[in-house]
């Protein structure tokens, strides 16, 4: 066997492990780079922006997070959920919905721990969470990237609301303009509610309208879906107040046909696969999920989920639905807000949950893990591009070189 054979020999095996070889450098197509960084979770990405700039630039693009977003709200949307216990400090806890039943939950460290200390949760859009503190801080925190951002305080709120008012929040998206916005609506009650709109892209709070005083809000907290922001709100009757992002307009929306109206302290919204829901309760009889059909503020309802009391569930207080698994076979139910089970529609059979170092009183959160910082000012240049590449090539012959 001469020189030339044996090289050959030797070198064969890695032909396997990648899409060619040229002159003893593994070579992978510069699209083949971003899709394989694309595809892995969070916490694998935020080491990889340490081996190199062009890495940590390719990952903080705006492209890419959009794309990995995208991808993840695709395969595996409200994948995780973050608890706020009621004691210990307002401690904050970390899990995956799929996995609730057979791992401890995470408890957030310090310095995260001691900023979030108080707040409690407002809502939740593409991995961000919107956070209140003190009554009068808005924070946003990406749970997976551990980043938080202390919103400004609203300087424009006029004399009449300061001296008599009472604050309501909402967070949401607006596609539109693609920025992030926080919605805080101030009612005097005699002169109406004053409504003040956060962008994040300019970072400052303009003043949008005032709604008149003839509604009442209420929910402290707006839920967001579909562009809008929706409260449950009276005006004489119950109604649904939605506020559109893109145009910064409230719209007042009837109930679904067929709910009582008039009734006090017995409805609530939720979101649930992204899509705007309505809890009604009747105490000793059922509780009856209705989902709102339509995108935008148009108003088409459809009774999504009726639980009968008792029932497989027993005796409970309050039900509605949280996120489904992520086969999208089960159900994950918050039942009575202190205890979840999981739900079978088909089988028409519940699991319960029993969650692992969470303590027994608290909130509970879904969210999207993402990528999504709170600055739009990364920028990859075509040179980045390039060294991207070149540094993709070399580790992935490094660890082809590594397995022979």
């Not at 394989?36 to 922006?49: D, E, F, Q, S, Y």
């Not at 925190?141 to 909402?170: C, E, H, Y």
């Not at 009575?336 to 529609?345: A, L, M, P």
Request: with cysteine; aromatic share 10%.
């Amino acid at each position: 066997m001469n020189p030339s054979q044996s090289n050959s020999t030797a070198s064969s095996p890695a032909q396997t492990l990648g899409p060619g070889k040229l002159n003893g450098t593994l070579h992978c197509p510069i699209e083949s780079v971003f899709e394989i960084l694309l595809r892995l979770p969070v916490k694998p990405l935020l080491r990889c922006r340490c081996v190199c700039k062009p890495w940590c630039s390719l990952i903080d693009s705006k492209k890419f997070v959009d794309k990995h977003l995208q991808r993840n709200i695709e395969s595996n949307p409200d994948s995780g959920i973050i608890f706020r216990a009621y004691t210990e400090g307002n401690n904050f806890y970390m899990a995956d919905v799929d996995s609730l039943n057979d791992s401890t939950v995470m408890e957030l460290a310090d310095p995260l721990k001691t900023q979030l200390y108080g707040a409690v949760f407002v809502g939740s859009c593409n991995g961000v969470v919107c956070l209140w503190k003190d009554e009068t801080d808005v924070l946003l925190w990406n749970p997976a990237t551990r980043k938080v951002r202390v919103l400004p305080i609203p300087n424009n709120i006029p004399i009449p609301f300061m001296l008599m008012q009472s604050d309501a929040v909402g967070f949401g998206y607006d596609h539109l303009s693609e920025d992030y916005k926080v919605v805080r609506f101030v009612d005097s009650q005699l002169q109406g509610i004053m409504v003040s709109v956060y962008s994040l892209k300019s970072n400052t709070w303009t003043r949008a309208e005032t709604i008149t005083n003839t509604i009442r809000l209420r929910m402290n907290f707006g839920i967001f879906a579909n562009g809008a922001l929706y409260w449950l709100a009276a005006k004489g009757a119950h109604i649904i107040l939605a506020f559109d992002l893109g145009v910064e307009r409230h719209t007042e929306l009837p109930l679904p046909a067929g709910v009582n109206k008039t009734e006090e302290n017995r409805m609530g919204l939720i979101v649930f696969n992204r899509c705007v829901c309505l809890i009604d309760h009747y105490p000793d009889s059922h509780t009856d999920i209705w989902m709102k059909n339509e995108n935008g503020v148009d108003n088409s309802w459809s009774k999504f989920l009726a639980v009968e009391q008792p029932g497989i569930l027993g005796s409970f207080k309050i039900v509605w639905p949280v996120a489904f698994s992520q086969t999208r076979n089960n159900i994950l139910l918050a039942v009575d807000g202190d205890k979840f089970t999981w739900y079978d529609s088909e089988r028409n059979e519940v699991k319960k949950v029993i969650i692992q170092g969470l303590p027994g009183s608290y909130a509970s959160l879904v969210y999207t893990e993402s990528l999504v910082h709170f600055s739009y000012d990364f920028k990859l240049e075509l040179e980045d591009l390039l060294k991207v590449y070149i540094y993709m090539c070399n580790f992935i012959s490094m660890v082809t070189n590594f397995r022979l």
